[in-house]
């Protein structure tokens, strides 16, 4: 159990930065004022302590701004009435400096009030305030924490709660990845009917032709000049394949290209390894490697003369008739 923590003097600027600041992973969404205070889930407990950390940052500031009067307003006299006062600290050469001295420090701490009454009554607290009412007002007009103290540190607490949220949501995407994989590999012809549904959607420039040897095929960018070989390794004890390794297929005498050779290094980095349906989509991505721009700067080709090689897997995937099917998005080296 902790008392109200009064730490020193903040600068008007991270006072504003702390209290206006957004709480990471806590979505702004007070900024809409009235409305918004309807749309908060008060249920979630991530919420209600990112909005008591809120509260006891404003507690922290008040305590800090009492500090203003007088002694906040006065500092610039403290040489001259304290004997005591720390060396560093000369007193101003001439009245008038004295003047512009106290001036200055009495605009800096109004200018810390301001930026603290604009905060406590600014939209991201709003809601708050109406909850915090609601609740009181249910309670019969009691408060709500009578100690008058705070019992913990809540924007401690927050961070260990955003992290826990975030560990608990990898745990679930890798849970529900090793599901994928499993039913993937389960069955020695999966491979074939990817590739058949693959082949039904008639991407434009790209062309599929089944290996001599089984789990491979060769993929034809025609657009982009490329040809990929694609091929299923195999480990003894599963029966699909556990990992589809792709490789380009340059003409005799020539040796790749700074663009194949970028668009490989994309390729052989991509996550979900053991996953074709996946690949395929990833390798169509390049399919217009030459007319498409970059996502970020919206550009074709960058300063260096580089068209978008980069290709990061969109969040939201499309479902087509029950296939999911991989969107990428398009960047340059520099833009990633
Ligand atoms: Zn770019």
């Not at 540190?153 to 560990?167: F, N, P, Q, R, V």
């Not at 053991?274 to 390049?286: E, G, K, R």
Request: hydrophobic share 35%.
């Amino acid at each position: 159990m902790s008392t109200v923590p009064t730490g020193p003097a903040p600068t008007a600027g991270s006072a504003e930065h702390q209290a206006g600041g957004q709480i990471p992973g806590i979505k702004n969404e007070s900024q809409d004022g009235n409305d918004a205070s309807n749309q908060i889930n008060w249920e979630s407990e991530i919420q209600l302590v990112a909005s008591l950390a809120k509260l006891q940052e404003l507690e922290r500031q008040i305590h800090v701004l009492r500090q203003s009067v007088p002694d906040g307003v006065l500092e610039p006299l403290v040489p001259i009435s304290n004997s005591k006062a720390s060396p560093l600290k000369s007193v101003a050469e001439t009245p008038s400096l004295l003047r512009s001295e106290l001036d200055k420090t009495a605009r800096n701490r109004l200018s810390n009030i301001e930026n603290f009454q604009s905060v406590w009554r600014g939209p991201e607290l709003q809601p708050i305030w109406s909850h915090v009412e609601a609740r009181i007002r249910e309670s019969s007009g009691e408060l709500l924490q009578p100690t008058g103290i705070w019992e913990m540190d809540y924007d401690i607490l927050l961070k260990e709660l955003l992290k826990a949220e975030k560990t608990k949501e990898k745990e679930a995407q890798r849970e529900e990845e090793d599901a994928e994989r499993v039913k993937a590999q389960s069955s020695e012809g999966e491979w074939g009917t990817i590739v058949e549904k693959f082949m039904q959607r008639n991407i434009p420039g790209i062309r599929i032709v089944k290996g001599q040897k089984p789990f491979s095929m060769g993929i034809a960018l025609a657009k982009a000049g490329m040809i990929l070989l694609v091929e299923g390794m195999k480990e003894a004890d599963i029966p699909g394949v556990s990992e589809w390794q792709v490789r380009a297929k340059a003409p005799p005498g020539r040796s790749p290209t700074k663009l194949e050779n970028s668009i490989m290094n994309c390729l052989n980095s991509r996550p979900r390894k053991w996953d074709l349906a996946f690949l395929l989509d990833m390798i169509s991505s390049y399919a217009d490697i030459k007319s498409t721009p970059c996502t970020k700067c919206t550009r074709l080709t960058n300063n260096a003369a580089q068209l978008p090689t980069i290709r990061r897997i969109q969040p939201v995937q499309i479902s087509q008739s029950e296939q999911r099917i991989f969107a990428f998005d398009a960047l340059h080296s520099d833009c990633a």
